[in-house]
Every structure is written in structure tokens, then in C-alpha cells.
């Protein structure tokens, strides 16, 4: 189908785009990436006035790797991202996360930022962004501010963005001394949206965890983080017994619905098993970290 018809804005700096987004209001989407705005435009799912395109903008471009954490602008492509060896050794969950995002002709596209902002509740990276404790930075005409991912995610793709505003930066703080962590989903095919998936970060402290975050996507509106497994763990060692424990209380703790792709009680199941492999997963990262 085709797209019904809009006006293309074509900015030449972040201030004309802000100056923009003010004046056009919600008349007005902005395409970065375009993987999932573009879709959407040709199956009239949304039909904006005013495209307003952000592509040219080189202070959006790239991110910054420093000793306070990463900091990923708007324009940074997943692909780029996945490939960086430094960001991988720092941020191995981020890596396994966007590895699992479609195919890599869609990652040489679509942007970090974009999948953010789109915010489907079964995509990856909203609940990597949770689990890392990130920070989203909103930019508008005149000021800026910043959301805790935790709060950032309203309901299905919708977000603490409001109009006027563009994501221009999402920051992440480098990860605690004993930190590890993973990212797992189960899907119908390999690049389809994750039927259930599991964003999972741990901070040991000796042969104990000393703090964990556990963030399950496709389960419920927002990413969904599930405290009564992390309060399973913390304390304890993750032995065999203390996974099983994470297992159950993540099933137990919430209340998936029914959709075409999956039933609700299928995807609660699912998200347990999830939450032990992480833990598994996590669990062999430490002993790798401590050999």
C-alpha cells in the first residue's frame, strides 16, 4: 500500500528540527531509521501531515564510550553498535540484545533510538534499556530533560515523550564491579519479534548476588520487570535450587494476555524458563569472570 500523502521536512540542524516538532505539533512523526515507521505508513496504520527527517543530522550521529557509561544518540545505527568490540566487552547484554533485533539488513538501518521511542512491548531493546538502568534524554525547543527508562514506557508504543519533544540520546551508566548479564527470547522464527524475552543483569558480590534486575518483554504493556524473581536470587548463590525458585516466582508474578501469537498462560510459562536459562547463563559468566 502506499502511504497516505504528507509533507517532508528535511532539517539541516537539531535546533530547526526542535523548532519544528514545536511548530507542527502532533501533526508531525519523525523518521530516523524507518524500519518501523515506514511499514507503518504504508499500511495507513498512522497517517501523519508532516514527516520530519532527522537522517542529515550529524550531531545525532554515534555514541560516546567513556568511564560514566555509554551515551547512544539518535542517529546511531543497531548494527554499528552490535559491532563495536568495545561496547561488547562492556555491554554484553546490549550486544545479545540488538544480535536478536530482525535481520542485520534491518539493523544497518534502524536506530537504537527509534526502537526505543516505538516502544513495542515485545521488542528488545526496551527491555535491555530497563534492565540497564538507562536514561532517556528528550530534547525540545528551549530545554531538555531526562526519563529513567523505568518510567519512560507507558503502555503498547507509547511513551513518556511528549509533543514537541525528540529521544535525542539514550545513556547508559557503566556496569557495577561484578556485574553480568544476558539477553534470551524465544520466537516463531529467527528475526521475528520475541514471543517472550528476557533482559537479565546481576551484580555478584563474592559467590552471592548482591543486587539483580530482571526484565521480561512480550508479557505485558511495558517492559515487565519481574521483583519477585530478583528477590529470589538476591542473597543467595545461583545454585540449581535458586534458579528453580527465580523460575517459579517470575510465572507466578504476572498475568500475560491471549493474542494471535501466543496464549497468555504459553508466554508465562515461557518467561520462567527464561528467567533460569538467563541465570544459567549469568551463572557461567561468573564462574568464567572468577577461573
Not at 21 to 46: C, F, H, I, N, W
Not at 138 to 143: A, C, D, F, I, K
Request: proline share 5%; hydrophobic share 45%.
Amino acid at each position: 500500500m502506499k502511504p497516505a500523502p504528507f509533507r517532508y521536512h528535511l532539517p539541516a540542524t537539531l535546533q530547526e528540527a526542535l523548532e519544528l516538532l514545536a511548530e507542527l505539533g502532533d501533526d508531525a512523526k519523525v523518521l530516523a531509521g524507518g524500519q518501523s515507521l515506514l511499514p507503518m505508513l504504508g499500511y495507513r496504520l498512522t497517517a501523519p501531515a508532516h514527516l520530519v527527517d532527522i537522517g542529515g543530522l550529524s550531531e545525532l550521529r554515534g555514541w560516546e564510550l567513556d568511564e560514566a557509561g555509554l551515551r547512544i544518540r539518535a542517529m546511531a545505527r543497531q548494527r554499528e553498535v552490535e559491532l563495536d568490540p568495545d561496547i561488547g566487552l562492556r555491554f554484553p547484554i546490549l550486544h545479545a540484545a540488538i544480535a536478536h533485533v530482525a535481520h542485520a539488513q534491518i539493523r544497518n538501518r534502524g536506530t537504537v533510538c527509534g526502537s526505543v521511542a516505538h516502544a513495542d512491548p515485545a521488542a528488545e531493546l526496551p527491555a535491555t534499556m530497563v534492565a540497564l538502568g538507562a536514561t532517556m534524554v528528550l530534547e525540545r525547543s528551549g530545554g531538555r530533560r531526562e526519563v529513567p527508562a523505568a518510567d519512560f514506557f507507558q503502555f503498547h508504543f507509547t511513551t513518556a515523550i511528549e509533543t514537541g519533544e525528540l529521544l535525542t540520546e539514550v545513556r547508559i551508566p557503566s556496569p557495577r564491579s561484578g556485574s553480568t548479564g544476558t539477553f534470551l527470547e524465544i520466537s516463531h522464527r529467527k528475526g521475528d519479534f520475541a514471543l517472550v524475552g528476557v533482559a537479565a543483569t546481576v551484580v555478584a558480590d563474592g559467590d552471592r548476588v548482591a543486587a539483580a534486575r530482571i526484565v521480561c518483554a512480550g508479557v505485558a504493556p511495558t517492559p515487565f520487570v519481574a521483583v519477585a524473581a530478583e528477590q529470589a536470587v538476591v542473597g543467595r548463590v545461583l545454585d540449581d535450587a535458586t534458579l528453580l525458585v527465580a523460575q517459579y516466582c517470575a510465572s507466578e508474578g504476572m498475568s500475560p494476555t491471549d493474542d494471535f501469537h501466543a496464549e497468555g498462560a504459553y508466554r508465562r510459562q515461557v518467561a520462567g524458563v527464561l528467567v533460569r536459562r538467563s541465570l544459567d547463563v549469568i551463572r557461567s559468566q561468573q564462574g568464567a569472570l572468577s577461573a
